[in-house]
């Protein structure tokens, strides 16, 4: 399997992947922070990193099977008095997400955020196609940690 993650961090998708015992033949990362980056490639060194989701071009690499990502959330959180949406200068990268969506039309595709207005719910889930999954993360852990999770992967609700 050939995963494109977007807006990788320190590559939760990877640790996510392995714990499912999901075989990946090769992880592409777009991720501009340094210690971000440096976090990867010390846990997992084959990751090819590939820089700014601005600039990377479909016909740069194979056929991708699953395409994940985080866009920034800052101007979509309910915790931010700026709440820009989708116009503000760092959730607005969501289109590029959607764009690569659409360019490499992956078998599947997984997206993540933060809780949100339900306008920008909505905008989102109209662009995906598909509505998100609510999960907090107090129903397994010790922390809360509300998230949206927009999904073509068949998954069970709980």
Not at 21 to 41: L, R, W
Not at 70 to 84: E, L, V
Request: hydrophobic share 35%; with cysteine; glycine share 6%.
């Amino acid at each position: 399997m050939n995963v494109l993650s977007l807006f990788d961090g320190m590559s939760c998708g990877q640790i996510a992947l392995q714990e499912a015992n999901v075989k990946v033949d090769n992880y592409f990362s777009s991720e501009i922070k340094k210690h971000a980056i440096n976090c990867t490639q010390h846990n997992f060194p084959n990751t090819k990193q590939i820089g700014d989701v601005r600039n990377i071009k479909v016909s740069d690499l194979p056929k991708i099977d699953l395409l994940i990502g985080g866009s920034p959330c800052q101007d979509f959180s309910i915790g931010s008095k700026d709440r820009a949406g989708l116009e503000g200068e760092k959730s607005s990268l969501f289109y590029e997400y959607l764009r690569l969506l659409k360019e490499l039309k992956p078998k599947y595709f997984l997206l993540e955020n933060v809780e949100m207005t339900s306008e920008n719910k909505k905008a989102l889930s109209d662009y995906l196609g598909v509505e998100p999954t609510f999960i907090n993360s107090i129903d397994f852990s010790f922390q809360t940690r509300k998230r949206y999770y927009w999904t073509n992967i068949p998954i069970k609700k709980w």
